[in-house]
């Protein structure tokens, strides 16, 4: 499956156009990252927890972004993008979206 954050896809002609795609993931947040993140907010830094949380669910969400597009029988996903929300204060929503397609080699 090809993935591109651009509108096109350089060297392919898109033949078909599947539509709207995403994958979603709600992650709740460990207690034990909260109460650090609090503790480091007060004195700055990086909060760690926080961002391997975010960077787990965006995989996550893309890998969900892939089946979904496999599943509709798309070859390729054009303008890739992610979103993220805080979700009712108990975690991060992040939603992978974009443009399912197929495409062939030029």
Do not use: W
């Not at 709207?20 to 007060?42: C, E, N, P, W, Y």
């Not at 990086?46 to 996550?60: H, P, V, Y």
């Not at 993220?84 to 929503?93: I, M, R, T, V, W």
């Amino acid at each position: 499956m090809v993935v591109s954050t651009m509108n096109d896809l350089p060297g392919y002609e898109v033949v078909e156009v599947i539509g709207d795609i995403f994958g979603l993931t709600v992650r709740s947040r460990h207690l034990g990252s909260q109460l650090g993140a609090g503790l480091k907010s007060m004195f700055g830094g990086e909060l760690k927890g926080m961002t391997k949380m975010l960077q787990d669910s965006r995989i996550e969400a893309r890998e969900r972004l892939l089946e979904a597009a496999a599943q509709e029988g798309a070859n390729a996903i054009l303008a890739m993008r992610f979103d993220a929300n805080d979700f009712a204060d108990l975690g991060q929503e992040i939603c992978a979206y974009g443009t399912a397609v197929r495409v062939r080699k030029l």
